[in-house]
């Protein structure tokens, strides 16, 4: 598929909308946005994945891009939700990994292709530094952090889940 | 996206599954045991919900088919609309439910269409949930002496209710049958490993014929589904 000089533009600025739910990450970074095309004169077309099938925030990252879309001149903005191929914490960017460390959640570790989720290596409190971090809740805020505690200073942090 | 590739029954078996028990876990809110555990089962909830928007919308509109359907025109299993009980009944639900929903998702990601999807998408979300069931189970049969009774009996009350999810479903690309001995094993080794006993009786209620796929539900659905769908039958057409 070609891409033109327009949709590039689009495509950056969609993924320049942060995350809703963890604002520090945007759109591009976590790797929800899977494509933009522009269909016609005022006209563009965006393509979503969510995280997990009930991730509240689709409708809020729907809205966010159509807002900011619309900004540059596309009158009509349709975004789409795509499942597949479903998307994987794997997709979250270098930089998007070091900005959720950043903001005191741990990063989720790499996933074997296709296998079961791997739990052999420790997760690193996002506060210290230590690997002496124990599992309190496989459930945190959202449906895509744990809950974990650091053994070393003793903080609770969130683990954004293998997936 | 196009209606026609998805089978419609099938869609709806799924989709009702998930609403209901989506429902059933969400009655939790503000009486889980501990804060940690309404935190995950409002998070389990949230997935089954999420899971049954995308297959509603496949065949239909998901207000319409979730809140303005009568009882028989559901097509979820008995286990999923069984009332939460006490803690341990709703892990027992869970262990039965998530077990055999990986197995079907599993097996549905690698057909052809929209469903396997959803599948490919879902099966994973279930990872979770399926390791929530099991981690508890085995804490609460291994457990104290009043959880390891209170988790056989759930075991015990609910097993009733696990041959219908072997069911025959119409337009299912995987055949639920297929999928009975593997959840089986997974499931002895669970209570096994929790020092508990595999229920004996029969795994269908006397009353049960055609059952839940076939529109036929237990007493407590009928006053679940009032309390889902009273909001929006009172209010026809209202939005935020």
Redesign the interface.
């Known amino acids: 598929m070609v891409t033109t000089v327009l949709e590039e533009e689009l495509r950056r600025i969609a993924g320049s909308v942060p995350d809703p739910e963890l604002p520090v990450l945007t759109l591009d970074e976590l790797g929800v946005l899977r494509g933009v095309r522009v269909t016609g004169p005022g006209r563009v077309e965006v393509e979503l994945t ?1 995280t ?5 925030a689709v409708e809020a990252m729907a809205a966010d891009i159509t807002e900011r879309l619309r900004e540059q001149g596309m009158a009509e903005v349709s975004v789409r939700t795509v ?5 994987s914490s794997d997709a979250i960017s270098a930089e998007g990994r070091r900005k959720l460390a950043e903001f005191g959640i741990a990063p989720p570790r790499p996933t074997s292709a296709g296998g ?2 791997p739990l052999t290596l420790s997760v690193r409190c996002p506060h210290c530094g230590s690997l002496d971090t124990t599992l ?8 895509c952090k744990a ?1 974990r505690r650091c053994e070393a200073c003793g903080e609770p942090f969130d683990h954004f ?1 293998e ?1 | 996206m196009t209606t026609s590739t998805v089978p419609t029954t099938a869609a709806l078996s799924l989709a009702d599954d998930a609403l209901v028990l989506s429902h059933r876990l969400g009655e939790w809110i503000g009486h889980a045991p501990v804060l940690e555990e309404e935190v995950a089962l409002a998070n389990i909830a949230l997935d089954l919900l999420g899971q049954a928007r995308f297959l509603y919308s496949m065949v239909g509109d998901e207000d319409e088919l979730a809140y303005l359907r009568e009882e028989r025109a559901f097509r979820n299993v008995q286990l999923v609309e069984q009332p939460n009980g006490d803690f341990a009944t709703t892990i027992a639900r869970q262990l039965f439910f998530s077990c055999y929903q990986g197995l079907l998702y599993g097996e549905l990601a690698s057909t052809d269409g929209e469903l396997a999807a959803l599948a490919a998408r879902a099966v994973k979300e279930v990872a979770y949930h399926q390791d929530h069931a099991v981690q508890w189970t085995l804490r609460l049969g291994d457990g104290t002496p009043e959880s390891r009774i209170r988790m056989q009996r759930a075991l015990d009350s609910l097993w009733r209710y696990s041959g219908e999810l072997f069911a025959p479903v119409e337009g299912l690309p995987v055949e639920p049958a297929a999928l009975r001995e593997r959840w089986l094993e997974t499931v002895t080794t669970v209570i096994r490993q929790a020092t508990l006993t595999v229920p004996d009786g029969s795994d269908h209620t006397p009353w049960a014929a055609g059952a839940g796929r076939q529109g036929i539900h237990t007493e407590p659905f009928g006053r679940m589904l009032a309390e889902m769908q009273h909001l929006h039958r009172t209010h026809p057409g209202a939005s935020w």
């Open positions: 969510p997990y099938t009930g991730c509240p499942l597949s191929p479903p998307w079961p989720v309190l809740s496989r459930f945190s805020s959202t449906a809950l889940k997936f």
